[in-house]
């Protein structure tokens, strides 16, 4: 198995992966723009048999409203049955190589037609951001690799610099003497009442 990892090697470094039920996902700007799959070789969902395998290939993710540019651009593309908002073309098309690297090539150029933004929640921005500080070794591509090494990468701990305490100015310290004093007369006041109900 594992015929899909060459796909890793044409991305760029700055992209983000992350381990998804049954395949890995790949980001690239804030937005979800390749998922590739080599779960299962089915052609059959829900009683309906397709005329490819539904999750061996590279799905590529894409708004709806998008999806009839892009087909026609790319006819080999596939409306999936079951992933809706992504195209999708299955490993056992007889060009698939070249035809991944047609689309990618869009993808990577930044053409808005490709890719899904991406909203992350606190929790997986955390992660995301841990994930990060993790160096793996960029020698070897990780789609398939459980075992790649990984470091943890050692943050800057600088020490808190401490804010120098100024003087007070002579307006600040009357003013502070002034509720001072005030205080203490309210204090005396409420004292005396406080004698005299109890007599």
Do not use: C
């Amino acid at each position: 198995m594992n015929t899909l990892y060459w796909i890793e090697e044409l991305l760029p470094f700055e992209v983000m992966q992350k381990k998804m039920q049954d395949g890995v996902g790949y980001y690239l700007n804030e937005k979800f723009v390749l998922f590739l799959t080599e779960d299962s070789k089915t052609t059959v969902h829900r009683g309906k048999a397709y005329q490819f395998q539904l999750y061996f290939g590279a799905f590529f993710p894409i708004v709806k409203l998008k999806h009839n540019a892009v087909i026609a651009k790319f006819p080999f593309l596939e409306n999936h049955p079951v992933k809706k908002e992504w195209l999708y073309l299955p490993a056992e098309n007889e060009n698939f190589e070249d035809e991944v690297k047609l689309v990618l090539r869009e993808v990577l150029k930044g053409n808005p037609l490709f890719g899904i933004p991406v909203q992350e929640t606190a929790a997986e921005k955390r992660a995301r951001l841990e994930a990060e500080d993790e160096v793996s070794d960029p020698r070897k591509p990780s789609l398939f690799n459980t075992d790649a090494p990984k470091v943890k990468a050692k943050k800057k701990v600088e020490p808190k610099k401490e804010k120098p305490k100024s003087e007070p100015t002579p307006e600040a310290r009357a003013r502070k003497k002034k509720a001072k004093t005030s205080k203490k007369a309210e204090n005396t006041f409420l004292l005396s009442i406080t004698k005299r109900s109890s007599k």
